[in-house]
Antibody, heavy 118, light 110 residues
Framework: EVQLVESGGGLVQRGGSLRLSCAAS????????MSWVRQAPGKGLQWVAN????????YYVDSVKGRFTILRDNAKNSLWLQMNSLRVEDTAVYYC???????????WGLGTTVTVSS | QSVLTQPPSASGTPGQRVTISCSGS????????IYWYQHLPGTAPKLLIH???QRPSGLPDRFSGSKSGTSASLAISGLRSEDEADYYC???????????FGTGTKVTVL
């Protein structure tokens, strides 16, 4: 069964850091782009970042550029999102998603919640 | 704010057909594939339509997608109570070098 399980969310103060993890199973992780998408309370979905199969290409939404870093380790079937200089507006449920190509997401995890307090 | 615009809500009675529009521009829908996702609160979002009008295997043919120019639409026919959810269009935006979601449409089954 294809599965993505996020972890690492929690409560952090403004300006702090957090590292989200996504454990993948049931498919060949190295064949796929991977993405992070978030949903702030009461808001819609917002794409955050994606990374190519070999990590050679990474793209970010403007609001997180310079603060967030997407990483992967194909040997460990793992994806991470390193979040620094967190802002209150980064408060959201963060989803990990598998991407057959850079522009679509076919399998999603259940998400992990990040709360940034002021 | 999102660069893809959807109506905030849509509704219908069981068995009816509901259509959701998605309006974009030449840098996103006009030059790239459109995708549609269904999201029920507290669950993982689900891919409904890929590459404009393709359904993932196992998805009922009640869901269909289309695209014309810089706009796209999702149609749900034979509406069922389990279709009550939020629906999002999405596409790659060449100007932003990023993936953009629509504003989202909440579908209510009356």
């Amino acid at each position: 069964e294809v599965q993505l399980v996020e972890s690492g969310g929690g409560l952090v103060q403004r300006g702090g850091s957090l590292r989200l993890s996504c454990a993948a199973s049931g498919f060949t992780f190295s064949y796929y782009w991977m993405s992070w998408v978030r949903q702030a309370p009461g808001k819609g979905l917002q794409w955050v970042a994606n990374i190519k199969q070999d990590g050679s290409e990474k793209y970010y939404v403007d609001s997180v550029k310079g603060r967030f870093t997407i990483l992967r380790d194909n040997a460990k079937n793992s994806l991470w999102l390193q979040m620094n200089s967190l802002r209150v507006e980064d408060t959201a449920v963060y989803y990990c998603a598998r991407a057959p190509s850079f522009d679509y997401l076919d399998v999603w995890g259940l998400g992990t919640t990040v709360t940034v307090s002021s | 704010q999102s660069v893809l615009t959807q109506p905030p809500s849509a509704s219908g009675t069981p068995g009816q057909r509901v259509t959701i529009s998605c309006s974009g521009s030449s840098s996103n829908i006009g030059s790239n594939y459109i995708y549609w996702y269904q999201h029920l609160p507290g669950t993982a979002p689900k891919l409904l339509i890929h590459r404009n009008n393709q359904r993932p295997s196992g998805l009922p043919d009640r869901f269909s997608g289309s695209k014309s120019g810089t706009s796209a639409s999702l149609a749900i026919s034979g509406l069922r109570s389990e279709d009550e959810a939020d629906y999002y269009c999405a596409a790659w935006d060449d100007s932003l070098s990023g993936y953009v979601f629509g504003t989202g449409t909440k579908v209510t089954v009356l």
